[in-house]
C-alpha cells in the first residue's frame, strides 16, 4: 500500500519550522528529511532485488522512521491535545499495522510518500505567508514632524495621535490623519483602488501610504504610526489566513469520523473474537488486517493525484494554483467578487470625451496638452498622451489641488476642476460626463471656459463578453472597488454587473467577501495591495496578473500569470472538471474501504489479498486523476 497527500493539515514536527520559511528548499529540513526518506527507501529496494535482504531492510527502517518523523508527532500531538482526527493519524495506524504484521517495506512506502507530499505543500503556504509584510513597505520609515517653527525627523513607528506631519510632494504619508494646511491630490491607488487622484485640502481625512503628488500638506495624525489603516490590512489578512487554514481538506473531512470508527472496529474485533472464539492469536492478527484494510491508501492518493495533475495543466494556460487545497475549493466557486481598478479597467485613465463652447475639440485638446505638459498629475498625463504634439505654454503656474495656469501666444490658458473653474454653458454636459464615471477638467482660454475634457479608466474589451458567460453557467458577479459610486455604477452598467458596492476601504472589502461567502462558496478577483485583505478571506483569493502588487499575490490562493479576464471562466471550469474527477476517486476510494472491512473481519481475505486489492485501486485512482491533466475549454 501506497500513499501521497497534498495538504498542510499535519506540519512537520522540526522545533526550527518557523525559521525555515524563507530558505530555498535545498536547504530546508523540512523538504531534506522526506527527501532522505526517499532515498533510503529506494536503496532499500535496491537491496531487496540484490539479494542483500537484511541491508534491505535496515534501510526500509531508516526510511519508515525518517518519513514518519514529519508527521507522526503532530498527528498524535493534535490527537491528544486537541483531541483532531485528522488523515495523518490514520496513515499513522495504517502503517503501525502493517509493521506489525511483518510489511515494513510498504510502511516505508507510505511514509516517504506522505511525507514528502506534506513538505511541498508546508513549503508553498511558507511562501504564501511570507510576502505578506511587502504591505508595510508602503509606510516610510522616518517622517517630518512639526515642532512649533520647526521640523524634526522622527521615525515612523513613533508618531502618536495629534503629532502635525509635514508630507512634501512625491513622499508618503506615514500614519492616518487629517489635513490641517495645504492643498494637493494624493495617489491613494495602493490604498483605496482609486485609479485618478483625490484632491485634499484642509478637513480631508488622507490614508497611511498615500502619496502626496503636488502641494506640501500638513497633517494632522489620528493614529499611531503602529496602529494605521495599512497595520489594520496586514492583521486582517493575517487573520483571514489562519482562519482558511484551519478549512480542512476533504480528505482530512472523511477521516474525522473514519479514524475513531476504524479504532473501535479493530478493538471490538479482536476482543469479541478472541472471547467467543478462545484464539486471540487468529482475532488479533484479524484486527490488524481491519486496520490494514481501512487504511486509506487508495481515498489518501485520489485528492493529490488529481490535483497536481490539474494543477499543472492549468499552469500551462497562465493559472497558478498554491496549494491542493485551494485547488478543492476553487472547483466549487458559486460567486466571484471582483476589484475594478486594473482588474476590470485597464487602470490607464484616457481621454473619453470632449465637448467645446465653439472652438475644435482639437484645440481644446491642444491648449489643455499645452499646459497640462508641465504637470506630473496623472490626469495630465492621459491629456498630454491624446496630444504628443502639442505646444509648450510658458509662465505656467500649478496649484495644488485646483488646477495649472500658463499663457500660450498672446491668450491666458487655465485648465482645472470644475470645482474651481467655472464650466458656464458646459455644467449640464460636465454633469452629464461625472454621471458616466468621468472625471472632468475644465478648459478656460481667457476668462471664458472653451471646453471640457473627460477621463475614465476604460474597461478591458474583454469584461462585457466575460461577465455574461459567467452568468450564462449560474456563476454570481459583485464589483467591489474603492471609487466613487457615480464611476462603480457607469462602468459596471457597460460590463453587465448587478451588484456593485463602491467607495470601500481594504476593510470594506474583506467584509463584503465575507458576507457574500456565508451563503456560497466566493471568488475574489483583484491585483491590488487594497484588495489583499479580501483576497485573504475569500474561500479562494485571485490575484490578477504576475506584475500585480506583491501583497495581492501573495494573500492569494491563485495567481493569473496575465489580465486577460477570458481566464477566468476558463479557470473555473477546469477546477470544477478536476473537483468532480476528485468526488468519482474518493466515492470509490470509501466504496473500496466498505467492502474490505468485511471480508477482512470474516476471514476471507487475507492480508496478502488486502495488500493487493489497495494496490489495484490506487492504480486506478491514478489513472482516472491524470485525466486532470487535460486542459479544460472555456
Same mark, same amino acid.
Given at each position: 500500500?501506497?500513499?501521497?497527500?497534498?495538504?498542510?493539515?499535519?506540519?512537520?514536527? /522540526?522545533?526550527?519550522?518557523?525559521?525555515?520559511?524563507?530558505?530555498?528548499?535545498?536547504?530546508?529540513?523540512?523538504?531534506?528529511?522526506?527527501?532522505?526518506?526517499?532515498?533510503?527507501?529506494?536503496?532499500? =529496494?535496491?537491496?531487496?532485488?540484490?539479494?542483500?535482504? +537484511?541491508?534491505?531492510?535496515?534501510?526500509?527502517?531508516?526510511?519508515? /522512521?525518517?518519513?514518519?518523523?514529519?508527521?507522526?508527532?503532530?498527528?498524535?500531538?493534535?490527537?491528544?491535545?486537541?483531541?483532531?482526527?485528522?488523515? !495523518?493519524?490514520?496513515?499513522?495506524?495504517?502503517?503501525?499495522?502493517?509493521?506489525?504484521?511483518?510489511?515494513?517495506?510498504?510502511?516505508?512506502?507510505? @511514509?516517504?510518500?506522505?511525507?514528502?507530499?506534506?513538505?511541498?505543500?508546508?513549503?508553498?503556504?511558507?511562501?504564501?505567508?511570507?510576502?505578506?509584510?511587502?504591505?508595510? $513597505?508602503?509606510?516610510?520609515?522616518?517622517?517630518?514632524?512639526?515642532?512649533?517653527?520647526?521640523?524634526?525627523?522622527?521615525?515612523?513607528?513613533?508618531?502618536?495621535?495629534?503629532? %502635525?506631519?509635514?508630507?512634501?510632494?512625491?513622499?508618503?504619508?506615514?500614519?492616518?490623519?487629517?489635513?490641517?494646511?495645504?492643498?494637493?491630490?494624493?495617489?491613494?491607488?495602493?490604498?483605496?483602488?482609486?485609479?485618478?487622484?483625490?484632491?485634499?485640502?484642509?478637513?480631508?481625512?488622507?490614508?497611511?501610504?498615500?502619496?502626496?503628488? +503636488? !502641494?506640501?500638506?500638513?497633517?494632522?495624525?489620528?493614529?499611531?504610526?503602529?496602529?494605521?489603516?495599512?497595520?489594520?490590512?496586514?492583521?486582517?489578512?493575517?487573520?483571514?489566513?489562519?482562519?482558511?487554514?484551519? #478549512?480542512?481538506?476533504?480528505?482530512?473531512?472523511?477521516?474525522?469520523?473514519?479514524?475513531? !470508527?476504524?479504532?473501535?472496529?479493530?478493538?471490538?474485533?479482536?476482543?469479541?473474537?478472541?472471547?467467543?472464539?478462545?484464539?486471540?492469536?487468529?482475532?488479533?492478527?484479524?484486527?490488524?488486517?481491519? /486496520?490494514?484494510?481501512?487504511?486509506?491508501?487508495?481515498?489518501?492518493?485520489?485528492?493529490?493525484?488529481?490535483? *497536481?495533475?490539474?494543477?499543472?495543466?492549468?499552469?500551462?494556460?497562465?493559472?497558478?494554483?498554491?496549494?491542493?487545497?485551494?485547488?478543492?475549493?476553487?472547483?466549487?466557486?458559486?460567486?466571484?467578487?471582483?476589484?475594478?481598478?486594473?482588474?476590470?479597467?485597464?487602470?490607464?485613465?484616457?481621454?473619453?470625451?470632449?465637448? +467645446?463652447?465653439?472652438?475644435?475639440?482639437?484645440?481644446?485638446?491642444?491648449?489643455?496638452?499645452?499646459?497640462?505638459?508641465?504637470?506630473?498629475?496623472?490626469?495630465?498625463?492621459?491629456?498630454? $498622451?491624446?496630444?504628443?504634439?502639442?505646444?509648450?505654454?510658458?509662465?505656467?503656474?500649478?496649484?495644488?489641488?485646483?488646477?495649472?495656469?500658463?499663457?500660450?501666444?498672446?491668450?491666458?490658458?487655465?485648465?482645472?476642476?470644475?470645482?474651481?473653474?467655472?464650466?458656464?454653458?458646459?455644467?449640464?454636459?460636465?454633469?452629464?460626463?461625472?454621471?458616466?464615471?468621468?472625471?472632468?477638467?475644465?478648459?478656460?482660454?481667457?476668462?471664458?471656459?472653451?471646453?471640457?475634457?473627460?477621463?475614465?479608466?476604460?474597461?478591458?474589451?474583454? %469584461?462585457?463578453?466575460?461577465?455574461?458567460?459567467?452568468?450564462?453557467?449560474?456563476?454570481?458577479?459583485?464589483? =467591489?472597488?474603492?471609487?466613487?459610486?457615480?464611476?462603480?455604477?457607469?462602468?459596471?452598467?457597460?460590463?453587465?454587473?448587478?451588484?456593485? #458596492?463602491?467607495?470601500?476601504?481594504?476593510?470594506?472589502?474583506?467584509?463584503?467577501?465575507?458576507? =457574500?461567502? $456565508?451563503?456560497?462558496?466566493?471568488?475574489?478577483?483583484?491585483?491590488?495591495?487594497?484588495?489583499?485583505?479580501?483576497?485573504?478571506?475569500?474561500?479562494?483569493?485571485?490575484?490578477?496578473?504576475?506584475?500585480?502588487?506583491? @501583497?495581492?499575490?501573495?494573500?492569494?490562493?491563485?495567481?493569473?500569470?496575465?489580465?486577460?479576464?477570458?481566464?477566468?471562466?476558463?479557470?473555473?471550469?477546469?477546477?470544477? #472538471?478536476?473537483?468532480?474527477?476528485?468526488?468519482?476517486?474518493?466515492?470509490?476510494?470509501?466504496?473500496?474501504? *466498505?467492502?474490505?472491512?468485511?471480508?477482512?473481519? +470474516?476471514?476471507?481475505?487475507?492480508?496478502?489479498? %488486502?495488500?493487493?486489492?489497495?494496490?489495484? @485501486?490506487?492504480? *486506478?485512482?491514478?489513472?482516472?486523476?491524470?485525466?486532470?491533466?487535460?486542459?479544460? $475549454?472555456?
Amino acid at each position: 500500500m501506497s500513499a501521497v497527500t497534498g495538504s498542510q493539515v499535519e506540519h512537520v514536527d /522540526l522545533d526550527d519550522h518557523d525559521d525555515d520559511d524563507d530558505r530555498p528548499w535545498y536547504r530546508s529540513p523540512s523538504v531534506l528529511i522526506p527527501i532522505a526518506s526517499g532515498v533510503a527507501f529506494a536503496a532499500g =529496494l535496491v537491496c531487496e532485488w540484490t539479494g542483500a535482504e +537484511t541491508a534491505g531492510l535496515v534501510l526500509f527502517w531508516i526510511g519508515l /522512521l525518517l518519513g514518519a518523523y514529519t508527521f507522526v508527532p503532530g498527528a498524535l500531538r493534535k490527537l491528544f491535545t486537541k483531541g483532531k482526527f485528522g488523515i !495523518g493519524l490514520l496513515m499513522t495506524i495504517s502503517a503501525t499495522g502493517a509493521v506489525i504484521l511483518g510489511y515494513v517495506e510498504e510502511a516505508a512506502a507510505l @511514509a516517504f510518500l506522505y511525507s514528502i507530499a506534506e513538505a511541498l505543500e508546508d513549503k508553498a503556504m511558507d511562501r504564501a505567508r511570507a510576502g505578506l509584510r511587502a504591505l508595510l $513597505k508602503l509606510v516610510p520609515e522616518t517622517a517630518l514632524v512639526k515642532r512649533g517653527d520647526a521640523t524634526a525627523e522622527v521615525e515612523a513607528k513613533e508618531l502618536r495621535v495629534g503629532d %502635525v506631519l509635514v508630507v512634501r510632494p512625491g513622499e508618503r504619508i506615514a500614519t492616518d490623519g487629517t489635513v490641517r494646511a495645504g492643498r494637493s491630490s494624493l495617489d491613494t491607488s495602493a490604498i483605496t483602488g482609486e485609479s485618478i487622484p483625490v484632491e485634499v485640502e484642509p478637513g480631508t481625512d488622507v490614508s497611511a501610504g498615500s502619496i502626496n503628488t +503636488t !502641494g506640501v500638506l500638513e497633517v494632522e495624525a489620528t493614529a499611531a504610526g503602529t496602529d494605521n489603516s495599512l497595520t489594520t490590512i496586514v492583521e486582517l489578512v493575517e487573520q483571514a489566513q489562519a482562519e482558511k487554514g484551519d #478549512r480542512a481538506r476533504l480528505a482530512d473531512r472523511i477521516a474525522r469520523p473514519l479514524v475513531p !470508527g476504524v479504532m473501535i472496529l479493530a478493538v471490538l474485533v479482536g476482543v469479541l473474537g478472541s472471547l467467543l472464539s478462545g484464539d486471540p492469536e487468529l482475532w488479533i492478527t484479524r484486527a490488524l488486517v481491519v /486496520l490494514v484494510a481501512a487504511s486509506p491508501c487508495a481515498l489518501a492518493i485520489a485528492v493529490p493525484v488529481t490535483v *497536481v495533475s490539474a494543477i499543472g495543466a492549468a499552469s500551462k494556460f497562465g493559472v497558478v494554483v498554491k496549494s491542493g487545497a485551494a485547488f478543492e475549493r476553487f472547483g466549487g466557486i458559486r460567486h466571484v467578487a471582483v476589484d475594478k481598478t486594473g482588474t476590470l479597467t485597464r487602470n490607464e485613465p484616457t481621454v473619453t470625451r470632449v465637448v +467645446t463652447t465653439g472652438a475644435t475639440e482639437n484645440e481644446v485638446l491642444a491648449w489643455a496638452a499645452s499646459l497640462e505638459g508641465h504637470s506630473t498629475h496623472p490626469l495630465a498625463a492621459a491629456i498630454t $498622451k491624446a496630444v504628443p504634439d502639442a505646444p509648450t505654454a510658458h509662465d505656467v503656474t500649478e496649484t495644488a489641488g485646483r488646477g495649472i495656469t500658463g499663457t500660450l501666444g498672446s491668450a491666458r490658458l487655465a485648465v482645472g476642476s470644475p470645482r474651481w473653474l467655472d464650466a458656464g454653458t458646459l455644467a449640464d454636459q460636465v454633469q452629464v460626463m461625472e454621471s458616466e464615471g468621468m472625471t472632468v477638467v475644465i478648459v478656460h482660454r481667457g476668462d471664458r471656459p472653451a471646453g471640457a475634457i473627460g477621463v475614465r479608466d476604460e474597461l478591458r474589451p474583454e %469584461v462585457p463578453e466575460v461577465i455574461a458567460t459567467l452568468n450564462r453557467r449560474g456563476i454570481g458577479v459583485t464589483m =467591489l472597488t474603492g471609487d466613487n459610486a457615480r464611476t462603480a455604477a457607469a462602468l459596471a452598467g457597460q460590463a453587465g454587473i448587478m451588484d456593485v #458596492r463602491a467607495e470601500l476601504r481594504p476593510e470594506d472589502k474583506a467584509t463584503a467577501v465575507a458576507e =457574500l461567502s $456565508k451563503s456560497q462558496p466566493t471568488a475574489m478577483i483583484g491585483d491590488g495591495i487594497n484588495d489583499a485583505p479580501a483576497l485573504a478571506a475569500a474561500d479562494v483569493g485571485i490575484a490578477m496578473g504576475a506584475k500585480g502588487a506583491d @501583497a495581492a499575490i501573495e494573500s492569494a490562493d491563485v495567481a493569473f500569470t496575465g489580465h486577460d479576464l477570458r481566464l477566468i471562466p476558463q479557470a473555473l471550469a477546469h477546477a470544477r #472538471r478536476g473537483r468532480n474527477i476528485i468526488n468519482q476517486n474518493v466515492v470509490l476510494s470509501i466504496a473500496i474501504i *466498505v467492502v474490505l472491512l468485511p471480508l477482512a473481519i +470474516t476471514g476471507v481475505l487475507g492480508l496478502a489479498a %488486502v495488500v493487493l486489492v489497495h494496490e489495484v @485501486a490506487e492504480v *486506478v485512482v491514478i489513472l482516472n486523476g491524470l485525466r486532470a491533466a487535460r486542459r479544460t $475549454k472555456a
